[in-house]
C-alpha cells in the first residue's frame, strides 16, 4: 500500500470485490439474485436502505467491479431536474460504452436527500426512468420511513443493510492500521467504534484524523481529538427512547436526536401508545398528554407563536414517558412498533372530504340549506337511494350534476350499476338536449356555478349535463 | 321532456314557487303578498321551528318580486356557513354595490341561521343592515328568535312561524305521492310525520327516500331511517366503553375513511349517542361523557387534530367504561 498522503482513506479501502465488502450476507444475496433475474423481475428497481456507513455503497460499487458492469453514478446532490435524470437515462440506453463494458447499472445515491419541495419533478423523473431504464436501478437511502419514498414503495424493492457489528468494524480499522503501519492502540479504537454507532465511514475518517502522520494512536490523543458525536434516532430508537425513560430531561432529550419532527413523531405516537402500554388508566393519561400537545400544536398554527412549542414537546416526549404509573413496566417491553395508518390514509380521507364537501356545496345551493345539514341530514338520506334504487341514484345524480366521484362516494357497493346507469342516460340526455336547448335553465345553473366557484375551468364541458339540473 | 332520464330532489321539486303556493301561515303569506303589491318592505325576521316555511316564504316573496330572474337579485347567506362577519360584510358588500335595473327598488340579502351568530357579529352585523339599507333589505331566519338581539329585532318587521299542522304535512305528502305515482299507506305517512317532528323539508326527504324502496310502509320507512343512520359510532362506543381500545379506533378510521367524516361530524354524532337508550351505561355517566365530548370538541375547533384528539376521547371513555362494570 501506498503513503501518499491526501487521499481518503474511505477511498483508499474501498472494498473492491464482494468479498471485501463487509458482513450484509442476506443483502448480498439478495441484491446478486435480483441482479441475475434482471429485466424479469416484478420490481425493475432495487432500494437498498440503512444507517450511514453500513456499506450500501460500497456494496453496488463492489458488484459492479466484480460482474462487469459500467456504474453509471448519481448522488442526491447532483440530480435536481428532470433534465440530469433525462441525461442519465440517456446514457444507460446507448449501448456502446466508452470503456469497454458491455453492462450497465445505474446507481441512484442518497436519495431520501431528494427535497420534494426544492428538487421538484425529480420524483416523478426517477419514477419514469424506472419504467423506461433498460439498464437496473440501485439506489440507496438511510430513512426508508422518509415520506418521498412513499411513491417509490411500489417500484422499487426494499433491501435492508444492517448496522454493522463492533467485531467487523475492529477487523477492519486493524487492516487498515496495518497497512498504514501504524501502531494501534486497543482502547483508542473501541473508542473510535464506540463513538461512529456502526459507521464505518465515520470510523475510518476518525482513524485517518488521528493516525495518519503518526506512527501510533494513543486513547489520549483520540480523545482530545475526536468528541463524542451526535446521532439521530431513527423512528423505532425514538419512540423505544421516549416510553423507557426515566426523568423528563431523557425524554425531552430525544427530540434533538430524532429524524421525527414533532408532527410526524405525533402520529408515530398516536399509532404505538395502545401497543406499548396496556394498563387502561396509562394509557388514557399517555393518549390525554398527546392531546394536549396537540392543542398547543394547533394554537401555535393560530397564533403563528412558535414559543409554544416547547409545551408540546414537553408533553409528547416527558407527558408520555411518565404516563406509566400503574404498570410500570410496559415502559420497557419490546415491542414492534408500527408505521402510522393514517399517514396512508391521509391523502383518501383528504379526497373523500372534499368530494363530500362538494355534493353539500351542491345540495346546500338546491335546496337552500346549510353544508351542515346537507351533510347530516340530506346525505344520509340520499344514500340510502343509491343502496336501494339504482336507476332513481342515477337519474338524480344526472339532475343534481355529480360527478363520478360523488356517485361513487354516495353509491358504495351499487357504484357500477348506478355509474352504468348514469353514463346511458347522459348521452341520451346530451343528444336530446342537442334538438332542443332550454336557455334559461342554463343561465340559471350557471349563476349556481358562479356562486359556488365549483369546477371553474370544466365550464364548458359540463354545460350540457348542468344544462338540465333544474326544471323550469 | 327530459323528465324520463332525470330526477330531482322532491323537497326542491315540490318547494312552492310563490307566496300564492303556500297553504299555511296565512296571515303572513297575506302580509308578505302586500310587500309585494307595494314592491316595498322593511328588513324582515322570520322565525319558527325548522321545515315551517320559512326560507321557503322569502324564496316565494323574492320570485314574485323579480320574477324569473330572481337569484340575480337575491343574496343568499347561510350564518353557519359563512365564517365570520368580515365575510358576510364583503360578500354584502359587492352585492349592494351592483346596480339595478330600472323600476327594482332594491335587492334581498336572505341570512339562514342567523341565530347561530355570536352577539358580536349581531352587532356589526345591525351596521352593515343600516348601511346599505337604501338598497338592500335584509330577511334574517332563525329558529330562536330570542337569540337575536333586540337592536336588530327593533328594526325589522318580525313574523313568528307556526308549527305545522299534523294533517297539513301528511296532506302534503299524499299530494306529492298522487304526483309521483307512488303508492302509500296512511299509518306510514304517519310515521313519516312522526320521525320528523313536523318538519315539511325533513318529511319529504324521508319520504323521496322511502319510495325509492317501494311503497311508503311503516316497515320502509324505519328501514330508510335505519339506512340513513348507520350503527357505526353505537359500536364503536360500545367497543371503547368494554376496553376493547385498539378495535374501536380502528373501526373509527374505517369509518371516516368511508364516510369522508371530519372530526367535529364524530364528536356531534358520538354526543347524540350516549343519550340513547341503546348505549348501556348508568344515567349519571352519561353525563359526564357528554363533559368528555365537549372537551374534545373545543379542542377540535381550537385547532387541533381530528384523529389524535378523537382516539383520547376512545381512552377517556374506555377507561371510564372500565370503572363502571
Redesign the interface.
Known amino acids: 500500500m501506498s503513503h501518499e498522503r491526501g487521499i481518503p482513506w474511505t477511498l483508499k479501502y474501498r472494498p473492491k470485490t464482494l468479498i471485501e465488502v463487509i458482513d450484509q450476507e442476506e443483502a448480498k444475496s439478495k441484491v446478486i439474485e435480483w441482479l441475475n433475474k434482471w429485466p424479469n423481475v416484478s420490481k425493475k428497481a432495487l432500494l437498498l436502505y440503512g444507517p450511514p456507513g453500513c456499506g450500501k455503497t460500497s456494496l453496488v460499487e463492489a458488484i459492479a467491479n466484480e460482474y462487469g458492469y459500467e456504474l453509471i453514478e448519481m448522488n442526491a446532490s447532483d440530480f435536481r431536474r428532470k433534465t440530469d435524470i433525462e441525461r442519465i437515462a440517456l446514457r444507460a440506453s446507448t449501448s456502446h460504452s466508452l470503456f469497454g463494458f458491455n453492462k450497465k447499472m445505474i446507481l441512484l445515491d442518497e436519495i431520501d436527500g431528494i427535497s420534494a419541495r426544492e428538487d421538484e419533478g425529480a420524483l416523478e423523473a426517477i419514477q419514469e426512468l424506472i419504467e423506461k431504464s433498460n439498464a437496473p436501478i440501485i439506489m440507496t437511502a438511510n430513512n426508508p420511513w422518509n415520506q418521498n419514498l412513499r411513491i417509490l414503495r411500489d417500484l422499487a424493492e426494499f433491501v435492508q443493510l444492517k448496522k454493522l457489528t463492533k467485531t467487523d468494524m475492529r477487523s477492519m480499522l486493524m487492516r487498515i492500521c496495518k497497512a498504514e503501519k501504524i501502531i494501534c492502540n486497543e482502547d483508542a479504537i473501541n473508542y473510535i467504534i464506540e463513538r461512529s454507532e456502526g459507521d464505518l465511514r465515520a470510523a475510518i475518517n476518525d482513524l485517518q484524523s488521528v493516525g495518519e502522520g503518526f506512527s501510533e494512536v494513543t486513547l489520549e490523543r483520540t480523545k482530545l481529538l475526536l468528541r463524542p458525536r451526535d446521532k439521530e434516532k431513527d423512528p423505532f430508537e425514538t419512540l423505544r427512547s421516549i416510553f423507557s425513560a426515566n426523568y423528563s430531561w431523557q425524554a425531552k432529550a430525544v427530540i434533538n436526536q430524532s429524524q421525527l419532527d414533532y408532527e410526524q413523531l ?1 402520529m408515530w405516537l ?1 399509532e404505538n401508545i ?1 401497543l406499548q402500554y396496556t394498563n ?2 396509562d ?2 393519561r ?3 398528554a ?2 394536549k400537545a ?2 398547543y ?3 401555535i ?2 397564533t403563528g407563536d412558535w414559543d409554544l412549542l416547547s409545551y408540546a414537546i414537553d408533553l409528547m416526549t416527558a407527558g408520555i414517558a411518565l404516563s406509566a404509573k400503574n404498570s410500570s413496566k410496559d415502559k420497557y417491553r419490546w415491542i414492534k412498533y408500527s408505521f402510522p ?2 399517514i396512508l ?1 391521509a391523502s ?2 383528504k379526497e ?2 372534499s ?2 364537501d362538494d355534493i353539500a356545496q351542491i ?2 345551493y ?7 345539514v346537507a ?4 346525505i ?6 343509491f ?3 339504482p336507476l ?2 342515477a ?2 345524480a ?3 350534476g355529480f360527478t363520478e366521484k360523488m356517485i361513487e ?1 354516495l353509491a ?1 357497493t351499487n357504484k357500477n350499476t348506478i355509474l352504468e346507469h348514469y353514463r346511458e ?1 347522459k348521452k ?2 346530451v343528444s ?2 342537442r334538438s ?1 336547448p332550454s336557455k ?1 335553465i342554463e343561465s ?1 345553473n350557471e ?1 349556481y356555478k358562479e356562486s359556488v366557484g365549483l369546477n371553474k375551468n370544466s365550464k364548458k364541458e359540463e354545460r350540457n349535463l348542468f344544462a ?4 323550469k | ?2 323528465e324520463k ?5 322532491w ?3 315540490y318547494r312552492p314557487r310563490s307566496l300564492k303556493d303556500i297553504v299555511n301561515q296565512e296571515e303572513i303569506v297575506k302580509r308578505l303578498l302586500k310587500f309585494v303589491e307595494e314592491k316595498n318592505m322593511p328588513h324582515l325576521l322570520f322565525a319558527g321551528p325548522p321545515g315551517t316555511g320559512k ?1 321557503t316564504a322569502a ?1 316565494a316573496l323574492a320570485y314574485d318580486l323579480y320574477g ?1 330572474e330572481w ?2 337579485y337575491v343574496l ?1 347567506l ?1 350564518a ?2 359563512e365564517r365570520g362577519i368580515t365575510v358576510i360584510r364583503n360578500k354584502v358588500k359587492e352585492f349592494a354595490r351592483s346596480k339595478l335595473p330600472g323600476d327594482t327598488p332594491f335587492k334581498i340579502v336572505i341570512l ?2 342567523a341565530d347561530n351568530m355570536t352577539a358580536d357579529a349581531q352587532q356589526a352585523l345591525r351596521r352593515i343592515m343600516e348601511m346599505y339599507v337604501e338598497t338592500t333589505r335584509f330577511i334574517l331566519i332563525a329558529n330562536y328568535p330570542s337569540k337575536i338581539i333586540d337592536p336588530i329585532q327593533s328594526r325589522c318587521a318580525s313574523f313568528r312561524f307556526t308549527p305545522l299542522k299534523k294533517e297539513d304535512v301528511i296532506g302534503r305528502l299524499h299530494w306529492i305521492c298522487r304526483q309521483e305515482n307512488i303508492k302509500c299507506l296512511d299509518d306510514g305517512l304517519e310515521v313519516i310525520y312522526e320521525i320528523s317532528g313536523g318538519d315539511m ?2 318529511a319529504i ?2 319520504l ?2 322511502t319510495a ?2 317501494g311503497e311508503v310502509s311503516v316497515g320502509n320507512v324505519y328501514k ?1 331511517i335505519g ?4 350503527r357505526e359510532i353505537r359500536e364503536i362506543l360500545n367497543l371503547a366503553l368494554l ?1 376493547k ?2 378495535e374501536a ?1 380502528d373501526k373509527l ?1 374505517d369509518l ?5 367524516l ?1 372530526g367535529v ?1 364524530v364528536v ?1 354524532q358520538m354526543h347524540r349517542e350516549i343519550f340513547s337508550a341503546d348505549i348501556k351505561i348508568p344515567e349519571e355517566i352519561r353525563v359526564i361523557l357528554a363533559e368528555y365530548i365537549g372537551e ?1 370538541h373545543f ?1 377540535i375547533i ?4 381530528d ?3 378523537l ?2 376521547l376512545l ?2 371513555i ?2 371510564l367504561g ?1 370503572k363502571v362494570s
Open positions: 405525533k398516536e395502545p387502561l388508566e394509557l388514557e399517555a393518549f390525554e398527546l392531546s396537540d392543542l400544536i394547533g394554537r398554527a393560530k395508518q393514517r390514509l383518501k380521507l373523500i372530504r368530494i363530500r345540495l346546500a338546491h335546496l337552500h340549506v346549510s353544508t351542515s351533510k347530516n341530514e340530506i344520509p338520506l340520499l344514500k340510502t337511494i343502496t336501494t334504487d332513481k341514484a337519474k338524480i344526472l339532475g343534481l362516494y358504495g342516460l341520451r340526455v336530446h338536449h332542443k334559461s340559471n349563476m338540465f339540473s333544474k326544471k | 321532456m327530459s332520464f332525470i330526477e330531482l330532489l323537497a326542491e321539486k326560507t324564496l324569473n337569484r340575480r343568499e347561510n353557519s356557513d339562514d341561521e323539508r325533513k326527504n324521508i323521496q327516500s325509492a324502496l330508510v339506512l340513513a343512520h348507520p376496553g381500545f385498539i379506533r378510521r371516516m375513511v368511508v364516510y369522508g371530519s361530524d356531534k374534545i379542542r381550537e385547532g387541533a387534530d384523529e389524535i384528539q382516539t383520547a381512552a377517556r374506555a377507561l372500565r
